[in-house]
C-alpha cells in the first residue's frame, strides 16, 4: 500500500499493534525498556560496533532523559523495540533523519541481547522494519552507515536487500553506507 507523497505517517498507525517477522516482532518503545538499553549502551563492545561513545552517567541521570527522550519520539525519529516472538525485548531499532524533500531516511539497529547475534533476528527485525516503513510512506530511499570492519552487520544488511552505495569518514570512523530504493524493494515483496 502506497501513500500520497508527502504523507510520513511512519509507525504511526503502530499504536499497540506490534509488526510481526518469522523470529520477531517491533513494538514501540515504553518506559520499561530503560534498564535493558542501559546496560547495552554501557556495553564497551556494543559501542565500539556502532561507533558511539560509551556513556558515562548513572543509572538516575539516563532515566531522567530517558523519559523525555520517550516522549519526544516521533517528531522526525521513530525507535521500537525488537521482541523475539515470545515477547523478550533483545535490542531496537529506529528510523531517523527523516528527509521528506529527498524521500529518504536512515535506519538503524541493534541486537543488544549477544546471545541472539548470528542466528537471522537482527536481519528478521530489520526487514519488517524496512518493510513497514516502505508500506506506510512515500519514502523512496532507506539508508545506513556501518563501520567498514563490521561484517556481520554487513552481511545482514545485505540479506535485507541493501547494497554498498559509497563511504564516508567521521568522527575518525570509516563508515561503509548501504541503500535500499523503494524500486528494488517492490520486485521482492513479502508475503504479508
Ligand atoms: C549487526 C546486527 C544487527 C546483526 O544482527 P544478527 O541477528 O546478528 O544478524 P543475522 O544473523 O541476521 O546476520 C548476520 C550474518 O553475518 C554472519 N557473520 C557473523 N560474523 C561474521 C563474520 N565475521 N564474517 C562473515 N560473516 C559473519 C552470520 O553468520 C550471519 O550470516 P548467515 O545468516 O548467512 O549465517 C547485530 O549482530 C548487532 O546488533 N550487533 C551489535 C551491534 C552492531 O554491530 N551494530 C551495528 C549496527 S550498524
Request: charged share 30%.
Amino acid at each position: 500500500m502506497k501513500l500520497r507523497k508527502g504523507t510520513l505517517s511512519v509507525f504511526r498507525p503502530l499504536r499497540g499493534s506490534p509488526i510481526l517477522g518469522n523470529k520477531t516482532r517491533l513494538r514501540e518503545k515504553k518506559f520499561t525498556d530503560v534498564r535493558n538499553d542501559y546496560r547495552w549502551q554501557s556495553d564497551a563492545e556494543l559501542a565500539r560496533l556502532d561507533a558511539t561513545p560509551v556513556p558515562v552517567t548513572s543509572f538516575s541521570l539516563y532515566l531522567l532523559d530517558y523519559a523525555t527522550a520517550l516522549n519526544q519520539a516521533g517528531a522526525d525519529r521513530y525507535p521500537l523495540a525488537i521482541e523475539t516472538l515470545e515477547g523478550k525485548h533483545i535490542g531496537n531499532c529506529t528510523c531517523y533523519d527523516i528527509d521528506e524533500k529527498e524521500e529518504e531516511a536512515q535506519l538503524g539497529i541493534m541486537i543488544g541481547n549477544r546471545a541472539y547475534w548470528d542466528q537471522g533476528y537482527g536481519a528478521d527485525a530489520f526487514k519488517i522494519m524496512v518493510d513497514h516503513v516502505f508500506r506506510t510512506t512515500s519514502l523512496n530511499r532507506l539508508y545506513l552507515k556501518t563501520l567498514e570492519w563490521n561484517v556481520r552487520a554487513q552481511k545482514c544488511f545485505s540479506k535485507c536487500g541493501f547494497i554498498p552505495c559509497g563511504h564516508l569518514k567521521r568522527d575518525g570512523y570509516n563508515f561503509l553506507l548501504m541503500e535500499l530504493k523503494r524500486e528494488e524493494w517492490e520486485k521482492e515483496p513479502s508475503e504479508s
